[in-house]
C-alpha cells in the first residue's frame, strides 16, 4: 500500500484498528522481521528508510530508493532520495542542486523543493533532448510532483532539480509520458476531509489526472475508482496500467478515451507497478494486518505479501512470490523491481531492501 499524508493519517489508523481487532480477538502478535544479511537464496538489505518506489540507473549500477520518512508526521525535512549500489550492496544520499533552466514544469512552481522532499511515487524516463528526467510525488512542504534529471558523476548519480506540478490533492503515484507530461493518481481526491474508511469500504475514492505543461491538469475519464494506487505507461504513452488497490486488481486504460481495455486480479492488494527488460509488469503489495509491529518497524505491522507478473498485451497475471511460508521479511511491501534473476522489494515501512529470486 503506498501511503500519501491521507494514507499515512488514515487507511493507517484503519489498518492499525484491523491488527489491534486481531489482537482482542486472541491472535499472537507478529514475529519479529528476520535479521540482515543473507538467508539462502534470500537476501535482506538494511540501512535505508523506507523506501517505497524503485527505479535503476541508466547504467544499470545502481536501484534509486524515494525515502518516505517521516511522511504525514509533519518532519521539517525530508529523506531525500537513496541510492543503492548493487554490487557493493550500500546505500548513499543522492545529492541535489537545482538549474538555471526550471521549464520542466509548471510556470506557477514556488522554487526548488531542497531538504524538505519527502519522496513516495518515482518514474525515470529519457527525455527528447537525451537527459533523464526523474519525476517524484513529494509530501514535504506542499503536494507536488518534483521533476529532476539525473546525472552520472564520481561515486554514483546525482539529482537536479528542473520544476514542479503543485496538486490540488496528495498525489500517490506518477507515470512520465514521452512529451514530457505526466500522469499520476489522487487516490483520496473524491474523499471530503477526515474521511479515512473510504480505502477499505470499496466505495470509490480518487481518479487518475494527466499534465501537460500546455493544457495543466485534467481528469483521466472512467479512472474514478476505489483508491487508485501505482500507475506506470505504455511505452508509447497510449495505455495507462493502474493498481486498483481496494478492488485487487490491475486495470488498463486507453489514455485518450479512459476506455478499460483490460483488467486482472489478484490476491493481494496491489501498490506500485514496474517495468522488466522483458516488457513485463511486475506489481506488488501487502495483503492485509498482522497482530502487533516488531519493535522499531513502525505501526501498523503488515507483513504477508505477494508478487506478480502481468503480461501487458492480455492482463494475464501469474505469481512470481507469496510470503506464505516464509519467516517475516518486511513490513509493508509496496514495489517489486526485476534486477536480472532477482526482484528488490522495496516497502512503505522499516529500514530494508528484500532480495528474492526472479522464478520466470
Not at 246 to 262: I, M, Q, S
Not at 279 to 298: F, I, N
Request: aromatic share 8%; glycine share 14%; with cysteine.
Amino acid at each position: 500500500m503506498r501511503f500519501s499524508l491521507h494514507l499515512q493519517l488514515g487507511v493507517a489508523v484503519a489498518l492499525a484498528g484491523a491488527a489491534g481487532a486481531q489482537q482482542r480477538g486472541g491472535s499472537s502478535p507478529a514475529q519479529p522481521l528476520i535479521a540482515c544479511g543473507a538467508h539462502g537464496e534470500i537476501e535482506i538489505l538494511c540501512g535505508t528508510h523506507q523506501p517505497e518506489d524503485l527505479e535503476i540507473t541508466p547504467d544499470g549500477k545502481y536501484l534509486i530508493a524515494t525515502q518516505f520518512l517521516n511522511a504525514g508526521r509533519g518532519a521539517a525535512a525530508g529523506g531525500g532520495m537513496a541510492l543503492f549500489d548493487l554490487a557493493k550492496k550500500t546505500f548513499s544520499r543522492m545529492a541535489e542542486t537545482s538549474a538555471p533552466d526550471k521549464s520542466w514544469g509548471d510556470a506557477a512552481c514556488p522554487g526548488p523543493i531542497g531538504d524538505a522532499l519527502i519522496s513516495h511515487g518515482s518514474s525515470l524516463a529519457k527525455r527528447a533532448d537525451g537527459k533523464w528526467a526523474l519525476y517524484l510525488v513529494n509530501h514535504g512542504g506542499r503536494q507536488s510532483i518534483e521533476m529532476f534529471e539525473i546525472r552520472p558523476e564520481s561515486g554514483g548519480w546525482s539529482l537536479v532539480w528542473h520544476g514542479c506540478v503543485i496538486g490540488s490533492h496528495d498525489y500517490n503515484d506518477v507515470a512520465i509520458l514521452p512529451d514530457g507530461g505526466f500522469v499520476a493518481t489522487y487516490p483520496t481526491g473524491l474523499l471530503s476531509p477526515g474521511n479515512t474508511a473510504g480505502p477499505f469500504g470499496g466505495g470509490v475514492t480518487g481518479y487518475v489526472t494527466h499534465w501537460t505543461r500546455g493544457e495543466g491538469e485534467s481528469e483521466v475519464p472512467g479512472t474514478k475508482v476505489a483508491y487508485p494506487n501505482g500507475v506506470v505507461v505504455s511505452p508509447d504513452g497510449r495505455d495507462i496500467f493502474l493498481n486498483v488497490f481496494a478492488a485487487r486488481e490491475v486495470r488498463k486504460y486507453a489514455l485518450r478515451t479512459g476506455e478499460v481495455t483490460g483488467t486482472v486480479k489478484v490476491d493481494f492488494m496491489p501498490d506500485n507497478l514496474t517495468w522488466t527488460k522483458q516488457r513485463r509488469l511486475l506489481v506488488a503489495g501487502v495483503k492485509g494486518a498482522r497482530g502487533d509491529c516488531p519493535e522499531g518497524s513502525g505501526r501498523p505491522c503488515i507483513q504477508g505479501f505477494g508478487v506478480a507478473e502481468i503480461q501487458p498485451a492480455t492482463m494475464q497475471a501469474r505469481t512470481v512470490f507469496d510470503s506464505a511460508g516464509y519467516d517475516p521479511l518486511i513490513s509493508g511491501v509496496s514495489v517489486a523491481f526485476a534486477v536480472g534473476d532477482s526482484i528488490y522489494l522495496g516497502a512503505f515501512q522499516g529500514d530494508r531492501l528484500v532480495r528474492i529470486p526472479y522464478k520466470k
